[in-house]
């Protein structure tokens, strides 16, 4: 099975601020990988696919990038509403894994 | 709008069996796989199965083939999750979610169903 590691597990950032969160795959999972982002209470909800396409109605402040084994979601100008919980996912081979998850909360 | 609606969780002894119901709208729900994906409590993500459009081909992960199937019926928009053999750390909220067209990734997700497994 494909190990997924994300880090950190948790991270505090100020409005405004740009924030990136790292997801390492234990082998080449070649840009098959998606973020979400689970807001606390709520369901996922899909924000990048194939490691850096925006999915519809995603907000441009988020981005995605990394080939290979490494790859990263960043968030520029953080708002309010991006408190939540990130999850990466990779789905080049089954079974399909997620990263342990990213707490981002406000400072 | 694409909606997914779970029914069918709820408290169950070990051992037991639960079937879960996902109905679909605001999709044509024949042309897309769907998924059911857990999270246990405070916990992370963990796929559980995928199913084609069709209905012919299953994927499970280890830690549930042999005990779980998922099925569909596209007449009906609903896909179900047959589980079987229920074990404490199926203790969950299950999701099911619906393929996106543009890659094998989950462009919506139901709201989720509760599923407590305890003597």
């Known amino acids: 099975d494909i190990q997924m590691t994300q880090s950190p597990a948790s991270l505090s950032a100020s409005l405004g601020e740009t924030v990136t969160i790292e997801c390492r795959a234990s082998?080449?999972?070649?840009?098959?990988l998606a973020w979400y982002q689970q807001k606390p209470g709520k369901s996922p909800q899909l924000l990048i696919y194939?490691?850096?396409s925006l999915h519809t109605g995603v907000p441009s402040r988020f981005s995605g990038s990394g080939s290979g084994t490494q790859y990263s979601l960043k968030i520029n100008s953080l708002q309010s509403e991006d408190v939540a919980s990130y999850f990466c996912?990779?789905?080049?081979?089954?079974?399909?894994?997620f990263g342990g998850g990213t707490k981002l909360e406000l400072k | 709008e694409v909606q997914l609606v779970e029914t069918g969780g709820g408290l169950v002894q070990p051992g037991r069996s639960l079937k879960l119901s996902c109905v679909a709208s605001?999709?044509?729900?024949?042309?897309?796989?769907m998924y059911w994906i857990r999270q246990a409590p405070g916990k992370g993500l963990e796929w559980v199965s995928s199913?084609?459009?069709?209905?012919?081909?299953?994927y499970y992960p280890d830690s549930v083939k042999g005990r779980f199937t998922i099925s569909r019926d596209n007449a009906e928009n609903t896909v179900y999750l047959q589980m079987n053999s229920l074990r404490s750390e199926d203790t969950a909220t299950y999701y099911c979610?619906?393929?996106?067209?543009?890659?094998?990734?989950?462009?919506?997700w139901g709201q989720g169903a509760s599923v407590t497994v305890s003597s």
């Open positions: 979610a619906k393929e996106a067209m543009m890659a094998y990734v989950m462009d919506a």
């Open positions: 605001g999709f044509t729900f024949s042309s897309y796989w």
């Open positions: 199913i084609n459009t069709d209905g012919g081909s299953t």
């Open positions: 082998e080449d999972i070649y840009n098959g």
């Open positions: 194939n490691a850096n």
């Open positions: 996912q990779q789905y080049y081979d089954y079974p399909w894994t």
